[in-house]
């Protein structure tokens, strides 16, 4: 059974940064893209940022381009997400994503 568990969410004012890890059970962790998404109340879960295999290509969301950063350490089995510059509109609940498989999500919440 695959587990992806996500960390470091919280409570951030606007303006502030957190990083979110991804930590990932199945050994062929470095095989697959991983994404992350994110779900606010009453919307859809949308894609923030998708990365290759490797972490040679990455893609991001219009609405976090230039504040939010992707990557991932195949050796530890581990993706991150950093956030920076965040803002209400960030909030949300943050989930990562590995061949179809996902993680239980955390919370982030961004005050004004």
């Known amino acids: 059974q695959v587990q992806l568990v996500e960390s470091g969410g919280g409570l951030v004012q606007a303006g502030g940064s957190l990083r979110l890890s991804c930590a990932v059970s199945?050994?062929?962790?470095?095989?697959?893209?991983m994404g992350w998404f994110r779900q606010a109340p009453g919307k859809e879960r949308e894609l923030v940022a998708d990365?290759?295999?490797?972490?040679?290509?990455?893609g991001y969301a219009d609405s976090v381009k230039g504040r939010f950063t992707i990557s991932r350490d195949n050796a530890r089995n581990m993706g991150y997400l950093q956030m920076n510059n965040l803002n209400p509109e960030d909030t949300a609940a943050y989930y990562c994503?590995?061949?179809?498989?996902w993680g239980q999500g955390i919370q982030v919440t961004v005050s004004s």
């Open positions: 994503r590995l061949n179809n498989h």
């Open positions: 990365i290759n295999w490797s972490g040679s290509v990455t």
């Open positions: 199945q050994r062929t962790f470095r095989v697959f893209a």
